[in-house]
């Protein structure tokens, strides 16, 4: 306690914290993990360098080919283009089935019920097959009315097509959820609270729902894209000739399957890392909100609390005041 003129001012410190027979624990069974795990690691690598039917030479040579690169291209447009008709399918399909209207609730609770509950591969199957359906598509008024346009299916559905649509039209219910899942994140009390300050409803979209739901679609969202990129594969049934049927066309003619499988891997590897970190940059920007509340790594390891917290200051004024 310290007495300035008329003024008593009490300062508290903080009780020093006893740290002198403190000890760093011992975790026994971490590093018998980590033994094990250093063990297997090294005998993978072992397998990976002295098995010869690995053919690293075949799988160098391979790797940059032509026909594996133009296969590792439409591989990355199927996915850009399937991913962008999911976003843009899924948001419309989230706002239908959270719309008031039973119509349009009806209507996409009913797409995403179908397109989430049949295989992915079932319907790239069907819509490469369309013709035999609908050897003809007609475009006019239904029921007897006029026809304004009328075209052979084999030649409008054409396998690159039904790899675009089978891809997009699936990815666009499993978006739907993600980005309905976003917006019922925020509290509808804000909503309220904006209506009451004379928001319209796309203002309060625009201003407040949004930026909120983006940290919940976002996270989710580039799983899909990574999960897109690999779901191309299956294009190769439809006689695509994306990266897997590039690798496939080639060993069917050599025999070299597994170099050929490892080469398809590698590419695969590469493209989803480069996704993963352009993923966390996205997920970084959207919560920056809340990087000031994270404690550092540093912080964690910290054992001893910091010796630059100032101390606890009481002023308590005695006497006449002014």
Known sequence: MTTIGDKRIVVAMEPELDVQNAARRKHLWRWISAAVVLVLVIDGVRILVTTDTFAWPVVASYLRADSIIRGLGLTLMLAVVAMVIGVVLGVLLALGRLSPNPVLR??????????????????????????????????????????????????????????????????????????????????????????????????????????????????????????????????????????????????????????????????????????????????????????????SFWDFLRIRPRATTPPIVHTVTEGPTA
């Open 106 to 295: 009806s209507i996409s609770g009913a797409y995403v019920w179908f397109f989430r509950g049949t295989p992915t591969l079932v319907q790239l199957i069907f819509l490469y097959n369309l013709s035999a359906l609908f050897p003809q598509l007609n475009f006019g008024i239904p029921f007897g009315g006029p026809i304004f346009a009328s075209f052979s299916t084999n030649s409008l559905i054409t396998p690159l097509l039904a790899a675009i649509l089978g891809l997009g039209l699936n990815e666009g219910a499993y978006m739907s959820e993600i980005v309905r899942g976003g917006l019922l994140s925020v509290d509808s009390g804000q909503r309220d609270a904006a209506h009451a300050l004379g928001m319209t409803n796309s203002r309060i979209m625009r201003r407040i729902v949004l930026p909120q739901a983006m940290r919940f679609i976002v996270p989710p969202t580039g799983n899909q894209v990574i999960s897109m990129v690999k779901a191309t594969a299956l294009v190769s049934v439809i006689a695509l000739s994306d990266l897997l049927y590039a690798a496939q066309a080639i060993y069917n003619r050599t025999f070299e399957t597994i170099p050929l499988l490892i080469v398809v891997c590698i590419w695969y590897l590469a493209v989803t890392s480069v996704l993963y970190v352009i993923q966390s940059f996205i997920e970084r920007h959207y919560s920056r909100g809340e990087r000031n509340q994270r404690t």
